[in-house]
């Protein structure tokens, strides 16, 4: 990411395996006059499947956008792929989501205001009105949204309608504590990140620090990974381990594991919003 | 390990914590003129136990070893604790079993040649004939016992009568693709270590590569414990992981996992001959 | 750390092995009525040097803290041994010194809101005015205090007054782009950390992330340690590394090197104020 | 790799930054009815350089070898960039050049078996006999080649006609404790491989645990490296690193340092016989 990084434009392909897609699609981007500045393949054979993320110059672009779109509908609609192109100069709108705990929401708006992510935050909301402290100190709007068993539906329809009027493109789960319903999570498909604090599939669910210690295991994990209706299932996106040990209580697992969930939603939101992520069989191609 | 190691003798405790133990087994060891090398303790405070390794110098006992086992017995017995002592000068017994992946095999008997095991290795037992020129390249006396469904109850029985007449101490399952009988298990507790290829409690049973595989995981793991009646559930002794990608195919994975095999593997065996292992709890504490 | 950490006593010895001190020590606790919680020792064997980390509850003490240190100082003075004592009940205060960088400062004062640091941070002093709405989100007194090459010994002089004013326990340099006089250095002997953005010995001095992307390093580090008049070479407390590629430029590197520098720091901090740490030889003995 | 493994021709290509290279390249590979299995680019922007690595299918070529190296060195030359072709039914022709610690030795030869690395072994050479077993249990040529102050260029250049005459592609010095004289370096420029038992550029020459341990560091490391005339300096391939303890001495250092070596050169060999590793400004492209 350097100076430049406003001029670059990302197109992202994926589908069946095609003989020349690769050539195809470099040359419509030659034609335009835009130069390639990086690009990445990935075939899973087995399965005749093909992804690609290319980053192009934009500045150098002989035509326009729309021109240049259109040709890669095209050329992806006659071979079957699906794609996506997203401009670094139109940065990503983030609504981050939590509750009490706040190790994850700190660390995402510090990385932010350090440039370490790529997008625009554009509000806190929380169950709880810890956050809104800490939304203020960083200059992020925030938004107390508490929540009951009755008032599920209500509360989520509110969330709903600030993240739709502010063009939200993700949604990022930094210790929200609530199960969000699938109505929810259907509406926002591959655009929610949540964070589990263990190695999943290892311990799902609640607790999951505590059902570590009673197992006895000797590292603990967390994981970053897209939100689908069933709970803790969804495309992983990153995950990371650190060593316990006996002497380890289920206080000192939560501590080290906090420094793992922060990086671990970092890492992910960071991919996210530069476009390196991309979802099939209910796993993850990164182009890292 | 210096060149003193053969004249360490090695005190394991565990039991309610009672006040005043530490003070009680030091004096002994001071009473008898043994130096006190090293020692370390662990409290697991909510279930009120205790859990001592202490390394003493034999070389200065003014007694004898029958003389100061009877009082540790004493005071030990006192107090409701369980207690063991080894020497470093009768080195642990060894018992290798393995199928026809060898990476494992070589990895031990390597470890052993280079003096990582202080351990005699006693046998190789294998239900295929590969590994016979691997022992004998390290001169390991081999086995080769075949296995069927049929046979099973007969093979165990052989082994068992190999592995009691060398009075093995420790059976490593250096992966032996057979699962054992309960009964072959409960007759030496703690006594059998193998390695299981994932993070468990991830990825139980067979396949576990191609399972981390197909969920899309983003590290695989490696583990060694234990061997309780219960397929892959005894007390985890050591674990680590390695990171994987989208790139990574099963044979992939298969491969950097044989590496954490080794090395985990290799660890909980050491460990174990160094007698710094105690279970509770279907847990572990490892004094490292 | 349970409820009960306020009631803990933390005796540290070190010096030259003695055939009895094990016991001596323990035999004092038990006679104050002292239950001992946890005990660790280590003998470097070459050097003929011991050393203990010994927590004992202070409630059940039959005497008082006076008497019980009276007798550690005549057991310890015979032995020509070093010892200090430390009780839970008194916290030790901390002073943060940095500059512009944030992420250390920040994480420092996260962490001791979520009680994973067990002091109190008495006040962050820095050369530029950026962290004082910093401090004073978390309601930590700041202080700053620039400098130039002329007025460089009067403002370690004011820094000193406020640190010693407050009664200091240690100085943590939080990324403080300033390098300390040996006057200043030397006024607090093995109570100043410093965070190091290399893996030590390697790339000392300035720039280091940027001496890395020039050698083509496959990974970074991070070193915490006690500093000293010699610049980057005083005993280290922790390091920890991570991956990085040709494709990381230096930004990357500062990147990813600065989750590195918040752990490794936050973590050399904790095991001081926990009373871990022991030096000698130049290198320290961490009781983790 | 996959049972079509051997169907692959794999082209590298570095030089300046050219608009249109990419496309240049993939239609030369198009034309030839050569599909594109794998592409990666990567482009060092501040020095205008590119570099690419492309896996292309050979069965479905519609003309020749020959024909297709003819356009891939029209464009290149054109371009001012260097470029090289392999395919993989010609597997690489590696030496293992070692002396008397015989781990890394063991291990790239098993990994051979195992099917690990995609080359041949031609040959081991020794200065000391204690190899030769090993290479015979492993069916691999064993030649004995003691050295001497005195004899050393002719033991160099016993070796370099063995190391010639077999056509030997990478020698890989898997702990081979000579110096090996800038003659024969320069000889095989990036086509000989060393593994450093430390985490350059820190702990540079012999020793390095020793120094490690003196110095007190907290995590120890291995590098492998191109080698050039400069001892320990030539550029980095791969390297690692491992969590060390005060309790370790440098026989556990030293130890621990081995699983570290043989990783770390067996990456790098595997590495550079699947054609991922590409030098510039003394550091390394490595397409993982």
Redesign the interface.
């Known amino acids: 990411?350097?100076g430049t990084a406003s001029k670059v434009g990302t197109l992202l392909v994926q589908g069946p395996h095609r003989?020349?897609i690769?050539?195809s699609v470099?040359?419509v981007?030659?034609g335009h006059g835009a130069?390639?500045?990086?690009?990445?393949?990935?075939?899973?054979?087995p399965a005749k499947l093909f992804f690609q993320r290319l980053q192009f110059d934009v500045s150098t672009l002989a035509t326009d956008r729309v021109t240049l779109e259109k040709e890669f509908r095209e050329i992806c609609e006659n071979a079957g792929m699906s794609w996506r192109v997203w401009y670094a100069d139109r940065a990503k709108r983030v609504a981050i989501l939590t509750s009490k705990q706040?190790?994850c929401l700190?660390d995402l708006l510090?990385r932010h205001r350090?440039r370490?992510l790529a997008c625009d935050i554009s509000m806190v909301i929380s169950n709880h009105p810890d956050a809104g402290?800490i939304a203020r100190?960083f200059n992020v709007p925030f938004h107390h949204l508490p929540v009951t068993t009755d008032t599920k539906a209500r509360q989520e329809a509110a969330a709903a309608e600030l993240i739709d009027r502010a063009g939200v493109d993700l949604i990022v789960l930094a210790r929200y504590m609530q199960i969000l319903s699938p109505a929810f999570v259907t509406r926002y498909p591959m655009r929610i990140i949540n964070i589990h604090h263990s190695?999943?599939?290892?311990?799902v669910g609640g607790n999951a620090y505590r059902q570590a210690h009673e197992?006895?295991?000797?590292?603990i994990?967390a994981t970053s990974h897209y939100v689908t209706a069933e709970l803790d299932q969804g495309?992983?996106?990153?995950?990371?381990?650190v060593r316990c040990?006996?002497?380890d209580?289920v206080?000192d697992l939560t501590?080290k594991g906090?420094?793992l969930e922060k990086?671990v939603l970092a890492q992910a939101v960071r991919w996210h919003v530069e476009d390196r992520v991309l979802v099939y069989?209910?796993?993850?191609?990164?182009f890292?």
Chains 1, 2, 3, 4 share one sequence.
């Open positions: 990411m350097s003989k020349g690769v050539t470099s040359q981007l030659n130069t390639i500045l990086d690009s990445n393949h990935y075939s899973d054979a706040d190790h700190y510090i350090n370490e402290p100190h190695f999943l599939p290892a311990f197992k006895g295991v000797k590292m994990g495309p992983i996106i990153e995950q990371s381990t040990a006996h002497r209580s206080e501590r906090r420094d990086q069989s209910g796993k993850t191609v990164v890292d």
